[in-house]
């Protein structure tokens, strides 16, 4: 069982940043960020694995970077640059093995 909870959403102007953080309990092999805009579904953003390894979805590649630090048991997603179209909400995703478990969700507003 993995517990996660998401934070740092708001309202940024365009060309700014934010940073999301996942408070997580338990264990995990893969965390994910993914967003969800009205009307759209969700979306793959980032990726960390307990080898520290990275991935992006090409639209926030150069953008966005995600970490983690063991001693705070959070992961976090920087968001520079942000774009009217990142508005979303942002949900962090857990993965071991076949099993996820999601995070309520944060909501990010960019406006032009």
């Known amino acids: 069982q993995v517990q996660l909870v998401e934070s740092g959403g708001g309202l940024v102007q365009a060309g700014g940043s934010l940073r999301l953080s996942c408070a997580y309990s338990?264990?995990?092999?893969?965390m994910d960020w993914h967003r969800q805009a009205p009307g759209k579904q969700r979306e793959f953003v980032a990726r960390i694995t307990n080898g520290r390894s990275t991935n992006y979805a090409d639209s926030v590649k150069g953008r966005f970077t995600m970490s983690r630090d063991n001693a705070k048991n959070t992961v976090y997603l920087q968001m520079d640059s942000l774009k009217p179209e990142d508005t979303a909400v942002y949900y962090c995703?857990?993965?071991?093995?076949?099993?996820?478990?999601w995070g309520q969700g944060t909501q990010v507003t960019v406006s032009s």
């Open positions: 995703r857990a993965q071991v093995g076949l099993r996820s478990w």
């Open positions: 338990g264990n995990w092999n893969v």
